[in-house]
């Protein structure tokens, strides 16, 4: 693969990219540039207040998901119940959220020399992953012609791309894979990362300069964070008729909770009378 050029190749990284660690509780997702530009015209149509997102994205992604799966599990009791509730905005936040990650990755904060880091970890990872895979499919265990499709193409958009795809190649045959590789389930989700972060951060040759910067990328990503928060707010207040007050965080949590779920333990048995 070499390093110069931005030749694009088979895959569209517009689509969405998520990677899900299977072993941990909380997923790691990347976001998605799809769903960044969706939800785009509305993040840019916001009037009034915009909150500045300083917030774990990642978290709140994911406690979205949770809140909304607990909702629209009583989509029949919320249509009776909450007439005028939107059913398939709540069902979209998720997307939403994917597009807030997106918005906050996409920014370049310390201007050429992140690219240059993301560019290096990128390239190592890639390598790592594709000796492996190479290896593997030597063996029988992966298709050999699934892994010279990913490793066609040149330039850093490929690269970045590859980094994605050889994670979900990893992701989708764990099972065979288990105890085959010493590449970590932790490398296969940073391989997705940086690949999706570096593929926000790159332009084809020919893509006309924005005039704004990074000022205008940080006020996008504050209008997207403005859009999830204003919209998941809807969503609490629902769950807090669906659930009541008392119940609501450990159904809807609160965007920016880490409290986990905790599992009632079941009562002692009472001890054994003592016999005469």
């Given at each position: 693969m070499a390093t110069s050029g931005t030749k694009m190749k088979k895959t569209d990284h517009r689509t969405a990219k998520k990677v899900i660690e299977l072993h941990e509780d909380i997923a790691e997702v990347t976001g998605s540039?799809?769903?960044?530009?969706?939800?785009?015209?509305?993040?840019?149509?916001?009037?009034?207040?915009i909150l500045p997102c300083r917030a774990d994205v990642l978290l709140a992604y994911h406690n979205v998901s949770v809140g909304v799966q607990a909702v629209l599990a009583r989509k029949v009791q919320l249509q009776q119940e909450v007439p005028g509730f939107?059913?398939?905005?709540?069902?979209?936040?998720?997307?939403?959220?994917?597009?807030?990650?997106?918005?906050?990755?996409?920014?370049?904060?310390?201007?050429?020399?992140?690219?240059?880091?993301?560019?290096a970890r990128a390239s190592a990872l890639r390598s790592l992953l594709l000796t492996s895979?190479?290896?593997?499919?030597?063996?029988?265990?992966?298709?050999?012609?699934?892994?010279?499709?990913?490793?066609?193409?040149?330039?850093?958009?490929?690269a970045a791309t590859d980094c994605i795809e050889l994670a979900a190649l990893f992701r989708n045959n764990a099972a065979a894979l288990r105890g085959k590789t010493a590449v970590t389930a932790a490398?296969?989700?940073?391989?997705?990362?940086?690949?999706?972060e570096l593929l926000g951060r790159l332009k084809?040759?020919?893509?006309?300069?924005?005039?704004?910067?990074?000022?205008?990328?940080?006020?996008?990503?504050?209008?997207?964070?403005?859009l999830l928060v204003n919209r998941y707010?809807?969503?609490?207040?629902?769950?807090?008729?669906?659930?009541?007050?008392?119940?609501i965080d450990e159904n809807v949590p609160a965007i920016q909770s880490r409290q986990r779920t905790k599992t009632k333990k079941a009562p002692l048995a009472p001890a054994p009378a003592a016999s005469n």
């Open positions: 540039e799809e769903m960044f530009e969706r939800f785009r015209p509305a993040a840019e149509a916001l009037s009034g207040s939107d059913l398939n905005e709540a069902g979209s936040l998720p997307d939403l959220a994917l597009g807030v990650l997106f918005a906050a990755n996409r920014i370049d904060r310390t201007s050429t020399g992140a690219i240059g880091e993301l560019q895979a190479d290896a593997l499919a030597q063996a029988g265990v992966l298709s050999m012609r699934d892994i010279d499709k990913i490793r066609a193409g040149r330039g850093w958009i490929d490398q296969v989700m940073e391989s997705a990362r940086v690949g999706t084809p040759k020919g893509t006309p300069k924005t005039s704004n910067g990074l000022k205008g990328e940080v006020d996008l990503r504050d209008r997207f964070w403005t707010e809807v969503l609490r207040r629902a769950g807090g008729w669906l659930f009541g007050m008392d119940h």
